[in-house]
């Protein structure tokens, strides 16, 4: 069966760093885009990062450029998300999604999600 | 960024009967156009791709349609185990946006 896990999430304080991970299993890993999408308590989902299945093109939220940094380790069958200089407004709940093999297909696959809560 | 505007932001209807969720973009999105069920707790589904499309394993009451600027889900007899929010994504152009959801509730 085809598997997303996430972790990494927990409490940060504003201007902190974290890194969240997303482990695949059941599919070849690096033939797959993979992206993040957020949703903060109460509220919609939000796209954050995809990354194509060769880690060689990624794309971003405007929101987050510049402090979110998508990657992979195809060897590792591993998505990472490292989100640096975070506010309040990054608090969420982060799923890891499997697109097809292009990045900007449909999300076929979600994980359960780890949260990420930014408060002093 | 093409944004998508959901209606009604919320739907009462009773098991059995048809809903139908709107989902209209900015711009044309062609039939890039996909919806996704959330169940409170759980992590999104994707039922319905490339506007008309359903994914894997989803039931056959669940349909998508249109193109442009203008898509409808719909579901053709509600069953209890539907009630959830659902949302619309497209996939043209970045950034990849949603829509704002319509949450279905069963009477």
């Known amino acids: 069966e085809v598997q997303l896990l996430e972790s990494g999430g927990g409490l940060v304080q504003p201007g902190g760093s974290l890194r969240l991970s997303c482990a695949a299993s059941a599919f070849t890993f690096s033939n797959y885009a993979m992206s993040w999408v957020r949703q903060a308590p109460g509220k919609g989902l939000e796209w954050v990062s995809t990354?194509?299945?060769?880690?060689?093109?990624?794309y971003s939220a405007d929101s987050v450029k510049g402090r979110f940094t998508i990657s992979r380790d195809n060897s590792k069958n591993t998505l990472y998300l490292q989100i640096n200089s975070l506010r309040a407004e990054d608090t969420a709940i982060y799923y890891c999604?499997?697109?097809?093999?292009?990045?900007?297909?449909?999300?076929?696959?979600w994980g359960q999600g780890t949260t990420v809560t930014v408060s002093s | 960024e093409i944004v998508l505007t959901q209606s009604p932001a919320t739907l009462s209807l009773s098991p059995g009967e048809r809903a139908t969720l709107s989902c209209r973009a900015s711009q044309s999105v062609s039939s890039y156009l996909s919806w996704y069920q959330q169940k409170p707790g759980q992590a999104p589904r994707l039922l319905i791709y490339d506007a008309s499309n359903r994914a894997t394993g989803i039931p056959a009451r669940f349909s998508g349609s249109g193109s442009g600027t203008d898509f409808t889900l719909t579901i053709s007899s509600l069953e209890p185990e539907d009630s959830a929010v659902y949302y619309c994504q497209q996939r043209i152009n970045w950034p990849l946006t949603f829509g704002g959801g319509t949450k279905v509730e069963i009477k």
């Open positions: 999604a499997k697109s097809g093999g292009a990045p900007y297909d449909p999300f076929d696959i």
């Open positions: 990354i194509s299945g060769s880690g060689g093109s990624t």
